[in-house]
């Protein structure tokens, strides 16, 4: 393992705020950390933490010519402390920093999170944030299921997206949902979201005019090579058998019974898509773009879903 970062007790130097995300990010690299919970690059997480350490807005302008930028913010000693302690347990750990800072952001949208729930990162998110799922929903629209809805997030971006529905947020994980309990009360959503615990659809039958699913899809292969920051999150919430498609087996075989008749499936699969087509060879399917690609969520029609199934 490569040299990790000074311990907290080393003396720290008055900086300035892009000074100390230059220096933590040259830390991160030197670690060899990874990435993947909020950012993809050893620059963008020193920006997180130095941002979140100072009591910064995550959204902060750092580029160093520009008016509004806070690069040349000073920095003072203690500051510069509290932020080596944030790396140092970073970087020591391997946990996900939003394991350490409790927050994470969708669609600038802020959630808590802790060890007993995954990060939220779902490129179902950016299809909630620009309607991109709109022209799929029918006018009658008024019951939306998130299953495995983790710490919520999906669920509340949900109802903030469409006011006039009721969402139910579902997961087997009792941890899970206490978690997504906070992100409800957090957004003032209670009257909106029910969160129900349940295994796949057995507990939540619906029926059901939209479904938006981020299941447990890594196979067997990919869960051995994980980085330690992903095993640090709930393996239920990631690990999907030989080939990643245990859960949607599943969920595509009882889904038809559970949906209304102009009802959509929203499905994440991540870097599954090869052997999703070799587990639903003839299934049609159409993908969504998002950031990622167009390869990691689809959507399905109840139609199509009932004929395939049948």
Request: proline residues 6%; charged residues 20%.
């Amino acid at each position: 393992m490569r040299p990790i970062s000074p311990a907290p007790s080393t003396e720290p130097h008055a900086s300035t705020v892009g000074a100390q995300v230059e220096r933590v990010a040259l830390q991160l690299q030197a670690a060899d950390v990874g990435f993947g919970h909020g950012t993809a690059n050893a620059h963008d997480e020193a920006a997180w933490l130095v941002l979140w350490s100072l009591g910064l807005a995550l959204d902060s302008e750092l580029t160093a010519d520009s008016p509004a930028s806070v690069a040349q913010q000073a920095v003072a000693h203690d500051q510069v402390a509290r932020i080596t302690r944030l790396v140092h347990e970073r970087i020591t750990t391997r946990k996900p920093a939003a394991y350490l800072t409790r927050e994470a952001w969708l669609v600038g949208v802020p959630f808590y999170v802790d060890e007993r729930a995954i990060v939220p990162r779902s490129f179902i998110a950016e299809l909630l944030a620009d309607g991109s799922i709109d022209e799929w929903l029918s006018d009658r629209t008024h019951d939306v299921l998130d299953l495995c809805t983790g710490n919520g997030s999906l669920a509340c971006l949900a109802a903030m997206a469409w006011p006039e529905v009721s969402v139910t947020g579902a997961d087997l994980s009792p941890d899970a949902l206490a978690v997504a309990r906070i992100n409800v009360d957090r957004h003032s959503l209670q009257e909106r979201i029910a969160l129900v615990q349940s295994d796949g659809l057995a507990g939540v039958p619906g029926p059901w005019d939209l479904i938006l699913c981020n299941p447990p899809y890594v196979n067997a292969h990919s869960m051995a090579q994980l980085p330690a920051e992903y095993r640090a999150e709930p393996e239920l919430a990631l690990a999907g058998g030989s080939d990643g498609m245990d859960f949607i087996r599943q969920l595509l075989q009882r889904a038809p019974a559970c949906m209304t008749e102009d009802a959509v499936l929203v499905l994440e699969i991540g870097n599954e898509r090869a052997h999703f087509e070799a587990a639903f060879p003839g299934l049609p399917v159409f993908w969504l773009a998002t950031s990622a690609g167009e390869d990691q969520v689809l959507l399905l029609t109840r139609q199509a879903l009932a004929t395939w199934a049948g």
